[in-house]
């Protein structure tokens, strides 16, 4: 079975992710080390989240949501809240066996748990509004190691308006299909 084969088994969880982000974010979570640590904002189910610890050689991996929903009208009203997390811990456990470090916090609130210069790789895919993208650009920049990664997913979503805040912020953006990143 090839690898792609594989992470797209494991990753038949609802979500908005193509195969090639699933594959990017199982890939790029492969290049760091055993004691990495790699942030999540917004996991949902944990489709994204299952491509991340498929392919990370860590298991310092932590997922920030409150199962809320998202203003934008696409969340499954039976994943809100208390259902949602242990729909995303049922996944976890049947896809890959483990459940990520969850914290139960908004995104923004939640980055003073981790020290300056600590997180080798972030996803950002939380709440998708203008201003709470650009506070968790903003928020955990900081905390990114050098030569790490900041990613997040949406990037031509119209509504949300992420390519402009990221063109705006960043001089170099790297783009796979929807996920931008860059390296720090």
Known sequence: ????????????????????????????????????????LGCWLGKSTVAL???????????????????????????????????????????VNFVPFIIFDNSWDSVNRF????????????????????????AWYKKIKKGGIMSGHDFFHDAIGVSVLTNLLFKKIEIVDTIWWIER
């Open 53 to 95: 610890c498929a392919g990370a050689k860590t298991r310092n991996i932590f997922v920030v949501d409150i199962w809320c929903g998202c203003e934008e009208g696409f969340t499954d009203k039976n994943y809100i809240g208390a259902n949602g997390m242990w729909q995303f811990i049922t996944n976890m456990k049947e896809k």
């Open 115 to 138: 020290k300056d210069n600590s997180i080798d790789f972030i996803f950002i895919d939380a709440d998708h509004s203008a201003e709470s993208v650009t506070k968790d650009i903003k």
């Open 1 to 40: 079975m090839t690898i792609k084969k594989k992470i797209l088994e494991l990753t038949d969880i609802p979500g908005w992710m193509s195969d090639q982000e699933i594959e990017w974010l199982y890939k790029t979570a492969g290049k760091f080390d055993k004691n990495a640590i790699i942030i999540e």
